[in-house]
């Protein structure tokens, strides 16, 4: 955490890097992230290993575009170049590119925003959960399920 704050200061990015150690998760996550995507800002999950990724989903509903790791579930939540960018974080350089390239193309960073809150918001609330179990039983009855 000092190494990071002490590169906040050298590099003067106060108001643009936001670290926080608590935060209230009901009431200050889904404002934070909102925050930052009227700020326009990016949603960066840089974990190594991911098995589902629910942040990404909360930032992406709240109109938060994402850059996250290739590996787990980003997989099935991102689709590369549409609603967000997958990287693979062992490559800082191609980390920092899908970043910059959100900060600094206003069009592309609209579509990431829209996009992805449009995909959080059809797969991953209750009525959307609903529908896909729907679907599924559907096809079961029909026989027509495949996994």
Same mark, same amino acid.
């Given at each position: 955490?000092?190494?990071?704050?002490?590169?906040?200061?050298?590099?003067? *990015?106060e108001?643009?890097?936001?670290?926080?150690r608590?935060?209230?998760?009901? $009431?200050?996550?889904?404002?934070?992230?909102?925050?930052?995507?009227?700020?326009?800002?990016?949603?960066?999950?840089?974990?190594?290993?991911?098995?589902? @990724?629910?942040?990404?989903?909360e930032?992406?509903?709240?109109?938060?575009?994402?850059?996250? $790791?290739?590996? @787990?579930?980003?997989?099935?939540?991102? $689709?590369?170049?549409k609603d967000?960018? *997958?990287?693979?974080?062992?490559?800082?350089?191609?980390?920092?590119?899908?970043?910059?390239?959100? *900060?600094?193309?206003? @069009?592309?960073?609209?579509?990431?925003?829209?996009?992805?809150?449009?995909?959080? *918001?059809?797969?991953? $609330?209750?009525?959307?959960?609903?529908?896909k179990?729907?679907?599924?039983?559907? @096809?079961?009855?029909?026989?027509?399920?495949?996994p």
């Amino acid at each position: 955490m000092k190494e990071m704050q002490s590169l906040v200061d050298k590099y003067r *990015l106060e108001g643009k890097v936001y670290i926080r150690r608590y935060v209230e998760f009901e $009431t200050e996550v889904p404002e934070f992230y909102r925050t930052v995507a009227r700020s326009r800002g990016v949603f960066i999950n840089p974990a190594f290993i991911e098995p589902f @990724g629910l942040a990404i989903i909360e930032a992406a509903s709240c109109g938060l575009p994402v850059v996250a $790791t290739d590996s @787990g579930g980003p997989r099935e939540i991102i $689709t590369n170049g549409k609603d967000g960018f *997958l990287v693979n974080v062992g490559n800082t350089k191609a980390m920092q590119a899908a970043v910059r390239k959100l *900060l600094q193309d206003p @069009g592309l960073w609209d579509k990431f925003s829209r996009a992805g809150r449009e995909n959080a *918001l059809r797969h991953y $609330t209750w009525s959307g959960m609903a529908r896909k179990e729907v679907d599924i039983f559907k @096809g079961i009855l029909r026989g027509s399920f495949n996994p």
